[in-house]
């Protein structure tokens, strides 16, 4: 699968606050698709939840996306969205942000990984 993204020039998505977006972009991930559109969503005080959900759903149903990177306290703004994406592509990972550390509790992604595998699988 992984040669597969990389052969279709697949892109990672980005929901994030300011430096989050803003290291990424640095590191090149910035793009737009051929509707102007751009794979990332600056989250501010001033974003809605409406906002948010439709980034979501704009960057799910986009067949150039295969990654979607979260900060994990604003996919806690929109966790019923998450938890109700099923699909394998685009993946969803939620990522801390610089004020907000990682909390695995919280990662709905990494609780479906844990349910799908029995504890005897990691002895």
């Not at 102007?36 to 501010?44: A, E």
Request: proline letters at 3%.
């Amino acid at each position: 699968m992984a040669s597969q993204v990389a052969a279709k020039g697949k892109l990672i998505a980005v929901i994030g606050d300011e430096d989050t977006c803003t290291g990424f972009l640095l590191g090149g991930i910035g793009e737009l698709d051929k509707h102007r559109k751009p794979n990332y969503l600056l989250v501010d005080k001033n974003t809605s939840i409406a906002d948010l959900e439709e980034a979501f759903k704009s960057f799910t149903s986009r067949d150039d996306i295969a990654i979607i990177l979260i900060n994990q306290n604003i996919a806690e703004m929109i966790r019923l969205s998450i938890d109700r994406y099923t699909k394998a592509l685009p993946a969803v990972l939620e990522i801390p942000s610089k004020e907000h550390p990682y909390d695995a509790s919280k990662d709905s992604i990494l609780r479906r990984a844990r349910r799908m595998c029995a504890a005897e699988d990691f002895r």
